[in-house]
């Protein structure tokens, strides 16, 4: 069984930066891909990056790309999101992802239903 512990959120002026981390215990971390979501209050979870297993291909929803950073240590069982630039409009709860590899390690994904596990959630608040 995966656990997954998120932490780093917190409140922040906009214009600001915070740092987003994951920590992964159990099972083989390495070949698992990851991803960060995020919820809104009254709006649906969706993603903001994910990361290949190997680590070497991302993705980033646009309303972010540019301003955050996703990468992940396999030595340390841990993801991270950099935030840059932050924006009112990225407040909400983010949450860690991951999932069994389910093809090549090169392999993300960007669904919610694409994943098995998912950490409890850091809140992440920006202000005006």
């Known amino acids: 069984q995966v656990q997954l512990v998120e932490s780093g959120g917190g409140l922040v002026q906009a214009g600001g930066s915070l740092r987003l981390s994951c920590a992964a215990s159990?099972?083989?971390?390495?070949?698992?891909?990851m991803g960060w979501f995020r919820q809104a209050p009254g709006k649906e979870r969706v993603i903001v990056a994910s990361?290949?297993?190997?680590?070497?291909?991302?993705y980033y929803a646009d309303s972010v790309r540019g301003r955050f950073t996703i990468g992940r240590l396999n030595a340390a069982n841990t993801v991270w999101l950099q935030m840059n630039t932050l924006k009112p409009e990225d407040t909400a709860v983010y949450y860690c992802?991951?999932?069994?590899?389910?093809?090549?390690?090169?392999?993300?994904?960007?669904?919610?239903?694409?994943?098995?596990?998912w950490g409890q959630g850091t809140r992440v608040t920006v202000s005006s």
């Open positions: 990361i290949s297993g190997s680590g070497r291909h991302t």
């Open positions: 159990g099972p083989t971390f390495s070949p698992y891909p």
């Open positions: 992802a991951t999932t069994a590899p389910k093809g090549p390690i090169t392999t993300y994904y960007t669904r919610v239903g694409d994943y098995d596990y």
